[in-house]
């Protein structure tokens, strides 16, 4: 999610300075692409760009449609499709096979629900979000775009409709917040057809990271470099400090006991205990095990560190769920090969994201499917 955060930020910057600015977003994929639905990236009127909806092909084209779109201060949507080879709007025989809807969103300064503010409440919040896009296939109709934002509870805020619109919004959010799932829908209102996408917006993954030695730090750049937020507990100043870890990384002193204490815990929050001290990994590992939201639990060491914790815990009363069992790791990582701090880092980075996607972390060539899913691609037709 760090893109959101970049574009946040530019935007911040071009509305102080005046400049004026539009905001791309991809709101639906048919076939192959880079990007999926819920890409984006802000155009300023200087043609800079911040973001990116594809691998670098799309956006030479999207530069001067968006500089279009803020000319003539008007919503605009444009259809890229990847598979006509002949195309010489964005280049010939690209090989992604995908028709690609994008949507351009000029944005007004003095609306403070415009989507770049909307945005900005999205990244505030620290709990999964429903993002409302609004649009038409028919471009020669109105191009609504991004109207609002809908948290787990269906309380909503933007630019709110009219009640039965609404009430269909909130009826495709609630599926999407459940499903995890993004959702495209179809709806008809005074004979004309119109079309939705609800985004699911998953707050970053918070990566707690136990131990602050010399391979925590590589860990926590690469957990950074990812846009996950970062912490970093351990029981030595001299070990946890803001001189060892990167400006953004959270960094507390703490004995093992007290871990949690200063941690609020999420469905994202993955642990990995990494300390290379037996007994402070082990006291961490007592207090996780009561914590049934906590997805991931990594121990890096040899199995027979995991056995050995696992006799010891037997021996103090602790019974290992079933549950317990299933998110606990040991030995950490996805097996290739790792050898340095930054291969182990890596391979333990992959393996959380492979739990949290519910993915095999198989290659890629052994999938018979397509990438991306697409049975969740479809645009569902509901009644208004």
């Known amino acids: ?87 010489a709007v964005i280049g010939a025989q690209l090989g992604c096979n995908g028709v690609i809807q994008v949507i351009f969103e000029p944005l007004d300064y003095q609306d403070n629900l415009n989507p770049c503010e909307l945005l900005k409440s999205v990244i505030a919040q620290k709990h999964p ?38 009430d269909l919004i909130l009826e495709q959010a ?51 470099l990812l846009g996950w937020e970062v912490i970093v507990t351990d029981g030595r100043p001299t070990h946890a400090n803001k001189e060892r870890f990167t400006s953004s990384c959270q960094v507390i002193v703490t004995k093992p006991e007290q871990t949690l204490e200063n941690i609020q815990i999420d469905q994202r929050s993955c642990f990995v205990l990494m300390s290379h001290n037996y007994n402070y990994d082990l006291a961490v590992l007592k207090l996780l095990l009561a914590e049934e939201q906590i997805p991931y639990i990594g121990i890096l060491g040899p ?49 959380i994201q492979s739990v949290l996607t519910q993915t095999s972390a198989r290659p890629l060539r052994e999938k018979s499917e397509p990438i991306h899913e697409k049975k969740n691609n479809q645009f569902n037709e509901v009644k208004v």
Request: with cysteine; net charge negative.
């Open 129 to 166: 979000l429903a993002i409302a896009v609004q649009f038409n296939l028919d471009r020669s109709k109105e191009q609504t775009g991004t109207v609002l934002l809908i948290d787990e509870n269906l309380k909503y805020y933007g630019k709110q409709p009219e009640k039965e619109l609404l």
């Open 303 to 351: 199995m027979k560190k995991y056995q050995r914790m696992q006799n010891d815990l037997n021996t103090e009363g602790f019974e290992l769920t079933e549950e317990n069992l299933r998110k606990i790791h040991a030995p950490i990582g996805l097996e290739i090969g790792a050898e340095t701090p930054a291969e182990i880092g890596l391979s333990i980075l992959a393996e």
């Open 1 to 87: 999610m760090r893109e959101l955060e970049f574009i946040s930020a530019q935007y911040e910057n071009l509305r102080s300075q005046g400049t004026g600015c539009v905001l791309a977003t991809v709101v639906h994929v048919e076939g192959s692409s880079y990007r999926r639905a819920g890409a984006r990236m802000l155009v300023d009127e200087f043609g800079n760009i911040t973001g990116a909806i594809s691998g670098g092909c799309l956006e030479g084209d999207a530069l001067r449609k968006a500089l279009h779109a803020l000319h003539q201060q008007k919503n605009k949507l444009i259809t890229y499709d990847t598979s006509d080879e002949d195309d």
């Open 174 to 224: 609630q599926l999407t917040l459940a499903n995890k799932r993004s959702h495209f829908a179809e709806f008809s209102i005074e004979g004309e057809t119109r079309n939705l996408f609800i985004q699911n917006y998953q707050p970053p993954v918070k990566l707690i990271i136990v131990g602050a030695g010399n391979d925590a730090q590589i860990l926590a750049q690469q957990g950074d």
